[in-house]
């Protein structure tokens, strides 16, 4: 049974396919196409990083309440949000240009498109409507800008943006700030400080659903300012716009507020460096329709996120997603597979040209590395014939008896050889070119071991 087994497996060895030679073919070409996609992988264009600093706001602020809801959407998608909170706008436009975050919230009218450029700062879009709130105690009689001369009004640290953009607000009125009575004490403090009457009024910009603007609202013994004239102010000032908190939209029950109010709003944008990883700048902009896409307050359903309403350029990204919608790929894969296929289709392409030319390489090296076992052999074979022919007469009969057993090894040794069945041909051809030249030195031999014939 055993060698029934032994003769059908070398018959298996000699007709199968020979998948190691190849590999010993193709091997080098693999191993160069795998290093090339690996050297791309990490070179051409790298991928993004896992973890980006947002920079936020002041304590119980909507950039704050936000900025959570970005590094929760983020998270879902591996890349970890690092939250920076600061006083608002303008420490995060110089920790921007300074480099020490990745991305931040800055109000419109902070920086002017020139300083913009310069700085290489982007936009990835505004995000929703910043109403001015002024609050004021209840017995203060205040119907216009010009009676606040003389009361101590909090205008939040100088970090934020709203001191700066109030004050274009009182110029607009020929109201100095040195008529005023100004500190710089953040919201939340400043708060305090309004209900122990210890100031007059509160000024902060912010989104409506913020907690401190929320609880304002229904806090009795305060009042919210009617900016009257808020429209002017969105014709003098092009960074304002006219928004309307309509009547019981706080609470319909109690009618909260009990009439229309008047208020001067910027917006709200997301600013990145420019060299921002342009697949970051896709993941916020797609977080930021998730987050501002719904209806709010100020807001019709999709009004936000846009491209509108800032003087800071857009990200080209941001610009395609505004355009277009999500990436193709991101529509069907995960945020790191689509990414992966995005960066490598340079490589893709490379590759298809490259394959190409090396299909038509290996066959043929496939081919000789098949053949080479059968022709190095015919090398041995003509190394027999040279010693033949090259034998002097004295010592023929031994150097033929010495080249048949050599013939004999050579023969024992080509019958091992394992080769497809494919070329056969070439085997049995040497096999039969190894005969031939047994016969001529059993010919010879036989020649010489024949008597010599008698004289007459």
Request: aromatic share 10%; hydrophobic share 45%.
């Given at each position: 049974?055993?060698?029934?087994?032994?003769?059908?497996?070398?018959?298996?060895?000699?007709?199968?396919?020979?998948?190691?030679?190849?590999?010993?073919?193709?091997?080098?070409?693999?191993?160069?196409?795998?290093a090339a996609c690996f050297a791309a992988y990490l070179l051409v264009d790298p991928a993004p990083p896992r973890v980006v600093t947002l920079?936020?706001?002041?304590?119980?602020?909507?950039?704050?309440?936000?900025?959570?809801?970005?590094?929760?959407?983020?998270?879902?998608?591996?890349?970890?949000?690092?939250l920076r909170p600061s006083q608002g706008s303008l420490e995060n436009l110089q920790r921007l240009n300074a480099g020490r975050v990745d991305i931040g919230f800055v109000q419109s009218g902070s920086i002017t498109q020139e300083d913009a450029q310069r700085r290489n700062l982007v936009s990835i879009g505004s995000l929703f409507t910043e109403p001015v709130w002024l609050f004021l105690r209840e017995d203060v009689k205040v119907a216009d800008l010009t009676r606040l001369k003389g009361l101590?009004?909090?205008?939040?640290?100088?970090?934020?943006?709203?001191?700066?953009?109030?004050?274009?607000?009182?110029?607009?009125?020929?109201?100095?700030?040195?008529?005023?009575?100004?500190?710089?004490l953040?919201?939340?403090?400043?708060?305090?400080?309004?209900?122990?009457?210890?100031?007059?009024?509160?000024?902060?910009?912010?989104?409506p659903d913020a907690p401190l603007v929320q609880m304002l609202l229904i806090t009795p013994g305060i009042k919210l300012f009617d900016?009257?004239?808020?429209?002017?102010?969105?014709?003098?000032?092009?960074?304002?716009?006219?928004?309307?908190?309509?009547?019981?939209?706080?609470?319909?029950?109690?009618?909260?507020?009990?009439?229309?109010?008047?208020?001067?709003?910027?917006?709200?944008?997301?600013?990145?460096?420019?060299?921002?990883?342009?697949?970051?700048v896709d993941l916020f902009v797609q977080a930021a329709g998730e987050i501002h896409g719904g209806a709010g307050w100020f807001q019709q359903q999709g009004q936000f996120p846009?491209?509108?309403?800032?003087?800071?350029?857009?990200?080209?990204?941001?610009?395609?997603?505004?355009?277009?919608?999500?990436?193709?790929?991101?529509?069907?894969?995960?945020?790191?597979?689509?990414?992966?296929?995005?960066?490598?289709?340079?490589?893709v392409v490379a590759l298809g040209a490259l394959i190409l030319?090396?299909?038509?390489?290996?066959?043929?090296?496939?081919?000789?590395r098949i053949r080479s076992r059968v022709?190095?052999?015919?090398?041995?074979?003509?190394?027999?014939?040279?010693?033949?022919?090259?034998?002097?007469?004295?010592?023929?009969?031994?150097?033929?008896?010495?080249?048949?057993?050599?013939?004999?090894?050579?023969?024992?040794t080509v019958n091992q050889i394992s080769i497809p069945l494919a070329f056969a041909d070439e085997l049995y051809g040497l096999r039969g070119h190894i005969n031939l030249v047994r016969q001529r030195i059993l010919a010879h031999l036989g020649a010489e071991a024949a008597p010599a014939p008698e004289s007459a």
């Open positions: 049974m055993k060698p029934m087994r032994h003769h059908m497996s070398k018959i298996l060895a000699f007709t199968r396919f020979s998948p190691r030679d190849l590999l010993v073919t193709a091997g080098p070409t693999i191993l160069a196409i795998a920079s936020t706001g002041q304590e119980n602020s909507a950039y704050e309440v936000f900025g959570k809801k970005y590094a929760e959407l983020l998270g879902r998608h591996g890349i970890k949000v690092e101590r009004i909090n205008l939040g640290p100088e970090g934020s943006g709203v001191p700066r953009m109030f004050k274009q607000v009182l110029a607009a009125n020929g109201v100095e700030p040195e008529d005023l009575k100004l500190s710089a953040e919201n939340t403090p400043a708060t305090v400080e309004l209900l122990e009457k210890r100031i007059d009024g509160l000024v902060f910009s912010s989104a900016f009257a004239q808020a429209e002017a102010y969105a014709r003098r000032l092009p960074f304002l716009a006219h928004a309307v908190l309509p009547r019981g939209i706080v609470d319909l029950g109690r009618d909260l507020p009990a009439k229309d109010y008047h208020l001067i709003a910027p917006t709200a944008t997301l600013v990145a460096r420019e060299d921002l990883h342009p697949a970051l846009s491209p509108r309403y800032t003087e800071i350029p857009l990200a080209h990204e941001a610009a395609k997603f505004y355009k277009d919608g999500p990436p193709f790929l991101q529509r069907y894969m995960s945020f790191w597979l689509a990414n992966f296929f995005d960066r490598m289709w340079v490589v030319p090396l299909s038509k390489v290996v066959p043929p090296l496939y081919v000789w022709f190095r052999w015919y090398g041995q074979l003509r190394t027999v014939e040279q010693a033949l022919a090259a034998a002097p007469a004295d010592a023929r009969a031994r150097i033929h008896a010495e080249q048949l057993a050599r013939l004999n090894e050579i023969e024992d």
